[in-house]
């Protein structure tokens, strides 16, 4: 739906109101609020918003328009803009993946078989004739107790690891966290891992229940051009090449090398040794390079008392811009709830602390961030490029694509467990009668897809909350297949558009709640922290000098 005037700012009644001093529970953020950011920044004329276009800059002039409006202070040294520099690599096989030393050469086909692509800002990279070895899941996780890598070099070598971590499916909750996936499950870190190591190649093997997503999933998302933060070294200390195999792929490699069975049961054993495979790889990797500037949003309320601590707000503002079209030929991916929505959210937020009678004592900072599609890179260039000290940021309280299926009696913590700031969630979903549940998928790894992660990575404590599936209205089962079918036909999808239908009530009633838990924290002296068992324990008490 087209609408005139789109990046006409919004009047919004004004809403006085008492500061929050106890648990005492304010609500004044309403759904056609809400709905009025969604509007402008779902229109069409904002072309997806995806970054390095003209979307991009309407997107930015509206939402920093809001934040001057409402009287806050540019959140940059007199700017509400931080640049954030990103480099486009479309980087390509030139042939096959040729796999040498066994009885026969194996031979795999790109995409069918394998995907690879390269950071590094070059023109070509090769992998020629690289040792193979099998390095299990490819995990150094001190507080499990558990060094895949111990007593391994992997110079000049390429590594083969394993999807998830050893506790998925090893029927024993002890090990890691059982079914539910830590960071070291995931494939950004399994690429991390093995470029501290020096290797010179790291490719995962792709199994869809570990992964939680199917080989389709990897062809399409890890091909063709990718953004990437900008680097002074030019990401020359990243693997040569960044991979996936497909199961098949992988255990032809593994016949050859004289390992058959189940590899994860091997893999999970405690006293697993990195097994050298007496395989070599041989690629090329062919690259395009193109250098730009995205912008993250940044504006603060600067704190009455204690303004040198500060709780964050963030939303990605960014979604996929023009693409194929769809079976209506729209190719406008509008991204309304994804993620419009948490961009208004913390508008609607940001509105409301700026109105507050009795302003809070530490400071709010509120921070709509760019390049989430592409990699969570505007989250991750803050987190490494800190307007503000990062151990005197309090929390870290994330939205992203909140439920338009209207209110429920339950709210959603992403990764619950992981933090302190779940129970001030609690606490005030408990005063209207609603409660908070976990991932219903914890194997999926969840936590680690959304901008929250990266400030957790750094070791703030970070939330990320989202409507419930308990419909108030039409029950739990209605609840799930809303949630369903905006998954299957309408995530990265066209018809992510903005609709007058649209029920906007469940998001207000997140923003709500978030609202209250950084005003209360605000008007703290505590910190959160994180619980024990938590990946991000020990940075954080390290960032705070303990």
């Not at 809403?15 to 709905?35: L, R």
């Not at 486009?88 to 096989?93: A, G, L, N």
């Not at 989250?379 to 209110?407: C, F, Q, R, W």
């Not at 739990?476 to 903005?498: C, F, I, L, T, V």
Request: glycine share 10%; proline share 4%; charged share 20%.
């Amino acid at each position: 739906m087209k609408i005139k005037n789109t990046i006409r700012l919004f009047i919004v009644a004004t809403m006085g109101m008492a500061g929050c001093k106890s648990n005492k529970q304010n609500n004044p953020i309403t759904a056609d609020e809400i709905k009025s950011h969604i509007a402008v920044l779902a229109d069409d004329s904002l072309m997806g918003r995806k970054p390095f276009t003209a979307g991009e800059t309407k997107a930015i002039a509206y939402i920093s328009a809001q934040f001057k409006k409402e009287g806050l202070e540019p959140g940059n040294n007199g700017s509400y803009f931080q640049e954030v520099p990103m480099v486009e690599v479309t980087s390509k096989p030139a042939g096959t993946l040729n796999i040498s030393g066994g009885k026969t050469n194996i031979s795999l086909n790109y995409l069918t078989d394998f995907v690879g692509s390269t950071r590094r800002e070059v023109d070509t990279v090769q992998l020629k004739n690289s040792p193979l070895v099998f390095a299990g899941y490819g995990i150094v996780a001190p507080e499990y107790k558990w060094n895949d890598y111990a007593g391994l070099d992997v110079k000049g070598k390429t590594v083969i690891v394993l999807v998830n971590d050893p506790g998925f499916k090893s029927g024993d909750s002890k090990l890691f966290k059982g079914d539910t996936m830590t960071y070291y499950g995931r494939w950004t870190y399994k690429y991390e891992e093995a470029a501290r190591q020096g290797a010179a190649g790291v490719i995962i093997v792709h199994q869809t229940e570990p992964a939680s997503y199917g080989w389709s999933v990897v062809s399409n998302s890890f091909t063709g051009a990718k953004l990437y933060l900008q680097q002074s070294d030019k990401h020359l200390s990243r693997c040569k090449m960044e991979g996936w195999l497909t199961e098949d792929a992988a255990k032809q490699i593994f016949a050859a090398a004289g390992i058959n069975g189940d590899i994860r049961a091997i893999a999970r054993k405690r006293d697993f040794k990195a097994i050298p495979l007496n395989l070599s790889a041989t690629v090329t990797l062919q690259n395009k390079l193109k250098y730009s500037t995205s912008h993250n949003v940044i504006a603060m309320l600067k704190g009455s008392t204690n303004p040198g601590e500060y709780i964050l707000y963030t939303a990605h503002w960014d979604h996929l811009g023009i693409g194929k079209p769809d079976a209506k030929g729209d190719s406008i991916y509008n991204g309304a709830v994804d993620n419009a929505s948490g961009v208004a959210a913390v508008l609607s937020e940001a509105r409301a602390f700026a109105q507050l009678k009795d302003k809070p004592a530490r400071s709010i900072i509120f921070l709509a961030v760019t390049g989430e599609e592409q990699g969570l890179l505007g989250s991750e260039y803050y987190a490494t490029h800190p307007i503000y000290p990062l151990n005197k940021t309090v929390a870290s309280l994330n939205m992203d694509a909140l439920g338009d299926y209207g209110v429920t009696n339950d709210f959603s913590v992403t990764g619950k467990g992981q933090n302190d700031l779940e129970d001030y969630v609690e606490d005030f979903a408990k005063q209207d009668g609603k409660k908070i549940t976990g991932d219903k998928n914890p194997g999926a790894g969840g936590y680690y897809r959304s901008d929250h992660f990266n400030f957790a990575k750094v070791g703030v404590p970070a939330l990320d909350i989202n409507n419930g599936a308990e419909s108030t209205d039409k029950g739990e089962a209605w609840g799930r297949q809303q949630q369903k079918e905006y998954n299957e036909k309408h995530y990265h999808q066209p018809s992510d558009n903005y609709s007058p239908a649209m029920n906007a009530d469940g998001m207000a009633e997140v923003a709500n709640i978030l609202f209250n838990v950084g005003n209360k924290l605000a008007n703290e002296t505590t910190f959160p922290g994180w619980k024990n068992g938590s990946e991000f324990k020990a940075v954080r008490e390290k960032s705070m000098g303990k």
